[in-house]
């Protein structure tokens, strides 16, 4: 651990206006992002007597190996490139709001020109409208409800292309709940107004629609169209059964998120309830670990820069009432962020008395449950990690936890396809946006050992490449920027050999970045300078983690190559054509049907697929033939010798 003596910048040099700053560690990694009204009193403040720190605070400041900062004109420009560079960086000291479960969204996809209603997970698109979250079963009980009322597609694009080549819709078509725009029974543009009349009643509008079909079926009964009035009269039930599912507990004007926050020393737990028109449409929870002193102002500072940073990206919708639990400590300069975000006015208030305050304290209910319940499922899990972390220092003789584990495997079959791959293990927790895949070609794919020796050396070639390169280059540069404490590689003594040598060929000692192999027969753990393996216990967590690591490698190595041989077995002749795209390609193949009458066509016909000019047809032709066409050259029936023309 650095002493922060040693890059303690001298108090005269920091400015004292506004700004934001970043620590580094030793490699250059962005590990703590924060802004300050003045940055040589909040700079300090990190130097001072070690034993005023928090523990957290305390271990930032000794990872770190340098700090910088940057001067802004405000405060506010200070909250945006706080907000800007967490993101960018996502610095393990800061605060990091992530769900504590998956929770399903009902999705429009409003950017295609035929929309979609699906229920989505995970993260969320541009141009596609969100409704929710909602629980899996009520968000799919109310899907089917709406689709009877506003017949949107909601089938693959898949299915919606099969419909459309054979003329059928699809079961969801013939039941109408869909309005079957792949077969033509409603314009592109009807469909798209279904599509928004279904946002509009998700978006609140539920009584606007409700009182029309009213009229409609009061209507339909005075001309004695009782069939047409018991249609509507079934769409006004569904209708009500979606609206009328969440409880009123606003006024029905108010648009607003409530959250609440309960936390102790160590994490805190977040709920926010979504309320639109008066009804709860949705619930939403976080756990943060405290990683930063942080207050409950500073908590909710930070809350509502993620939150709706990342709405605002997605064209969510920020409500006109924002109701926090403490208010953040540049109240004003946030308030004026979440209204540009937003294009119109945000109010940022605590709720004091009255029906917003008891909705407050039931939503500060759920706060203190959530933490209670994910303290109970984390516990288990915290001490396993630290444990086998632990186990594998003393096992290794690791001077320090591997707090970052690299795992190479190699995939192919019979020596053609061949790929690796490079899982990566932060914390004892996968780090999957830092996973990578090679393609192994030449002489480096004669053999299992031949391969790892060329994916170690090009992944370290390129770690060195980039650590040299200066703080602002590595920071767009950051594919193979860091280092392992540890090389896991998937088998025995020749494997291993094979990565010690190419680390060796670099310059890089086993005192820098420790390799080991894990053999799948025994389970055993090779060293490089040992003739017999380290076995670890069975009941091991070392070994669990050592296993789930290298089985994850395996995985994403045989799904890469899955992907490349499904590439090669579906190679055509025609990639040999210069000059001709994906798009000619299909083009040829659709309007041919097959490779066979492809070849058996001339120029002329070749001329007559759109995009296809003489020039490249007869490039095709000289393809297929091995030599240009002849103009003169007659047409024959090869099967009766005729002349069909001269």
Not at 394 to 407: G, K, Q, T, Y
Not at 567 to 585: E, F, W, Y
Request: charged share 25%.
């Amino acid at each position: 651990m650095a002493d922060p003596a040693s890059y303690r910048p001298k108090t005269g040099e920091i400015p004292t206006d506004p700004g934001v700053y970043r620590f580094r560690d030793p490699h250059g990694r962005v590990i703590y992002v924060g802004k300050a009204k003045n940055l040589r009193q909040r700079l300090t403040s990190y130097f001072a007597n070690p034993a005023t720190l928090l523990p957290k605070t305390y271990a930032m400041v000794h990872a770190a190996a340098s700090v910088e900062w940057t001067v802004v004109g405000s405060e506010l420009e200070a909250l945006q490139l706080e907000y800007t560079w967490i993101k960018e960086f996502a610095p393990r000291y800061n605060l990091a709001f992530r769900d504590d479960k998956t929770y399903p969204y009902l999705a429009v996809t409003m950017g295609e020109t035929i929309p979609r209603v699906q229920v989505m997970r995970g993260d969320r698109r541009k141009g596609t409208r969100y409704f929710g979250p909602y629980t899996a079963g009520a968000i799919r009980e109310t899907m089917d409800t709406l689709l009877k009322v506003f017949p949107v597609r909601s089938c693959s694009a898949g299915v919606f292309k099969r419909a459309e080549q054979s003329g059928r819709p699809c079961l969801l078509g013939y039941i109408d709940k869909c309005s079957a725009p792949c077969v033509g029974r409603v314009t592109p543009e009807e469909h798209y107004a279904i599509a928004e009349d279904f946002c509009a009643f998700m978006g609140g509008e539920a009584k606007r629609f409700i009182s029309q079909l009213e009229k409609r079926m009061a209507a339909a009964s005075e001309e004695l169209d009782f069939e047409t009035a018991a249609s509507l009269r079934d769409d006004i039930i569904a209708m009500r059964k979606v609206f009328e599912r969440n409880a009123v507990v606003l006024s029905e004007d108010t648009d607003a998120d409530v959250f609440a926050v309960e936390e102790d020393d160590l994490e805190a737990a977040v709920q926010v309830f979504h309320v639109r028109g008066g009804r709860i449409r949705g619930q939403r929870g976080w756990v943060v670990e405290k990683v930063e002193e942080a207050t409950g102002p500073a908590l909710v500072e930070h809350l509502l820069q993620q939150v709706y940073g990342a709405q605002a990206e997605t064209d969510s919708r920020i409500p006109r009432e924002v109701l926090v639990p403490v208010l953040p400590e540049d109240a004003e300069q946030l308030t004026v962020w979440l209204s540009g975000l937003r294009g119109a006015k945000v109010a940022l208030r605590v709720p004091q008395r009255g029906d917003k305050a008891a909705l407050a304290k039931t939503v500060h209910e759920n706060a203190v449950q959530a933490l209670r319940l994910h303290k109970i499922r984390r516990a288990g899990d915290i001490t396993n990690r630290s444990l086998a972390l632990q186990e594998l220092q003393e096992a290794l003789e690791l001077v320090e936890p591997p707090l970052r584990i690299e795992s190479f495997d190699i995939s192919h079959v019979q020596g053609t396809n061949v790929v690796a791959s490079m899982v990566v293990v932060e914390d004892g927790l996968a780090k999957k946006s830092e996973y990578r895949k090679f393609s192994i070609t030449g002489e480096a794919a004669r053999d299992d050992t031949a391969a790892m020796h060329d994916v170690l050396t090009r992944r370290f070639r390129n770690y060195l490449a980039e650590r040299d390169l200066p703080v602002e280059e590595r920071d767009q540069n950051r594919k193979f920027a860091y280092p392992p404490n540890l090389v896991v590689v998937d088998g025995g003594q020749p494997q291993v050999a094979a990565a010690v040598q190419a680390l060796a060929e670099l310059g890089i000692g086993e005192d820098e970045i420790r390799v080991v192999g894990l053999a799948k027969r025994l389970e055993e753990v090779w060293l490089p300078e040992g003739d017999f393996p380290v076995i670890l216990p069975r009941a091991s967590q070392g070994l669990y983690l050592l296993q789930r690591i290298r089985d994850e490698a395996h995985r994403f190595a045989i799904t890469f190559h899955r992907q490349k041989r499904g590439k090669a077995m579906t190679a055509s002749v025609l990639d040999d054509v210069p000059g001709l795209g994906p798009a000619r390609k299909k083009a040829l193949l659709v309007h041919f049907g097959s490779v066979k009458r492809l070849r058996a066509a001339t120029v002329d016909d070749l001329s007559d697929v759109p995009g296809v000019g003489p020039s490249l047809a007869a490039t095709v032709f000289a393809t297929f033939h091995g030599s240009e066409p002849q103009e003169s050259a007659p047409a024959i029936n090869y099967a009766t010798g005729e002349i069909l023309e001269s």
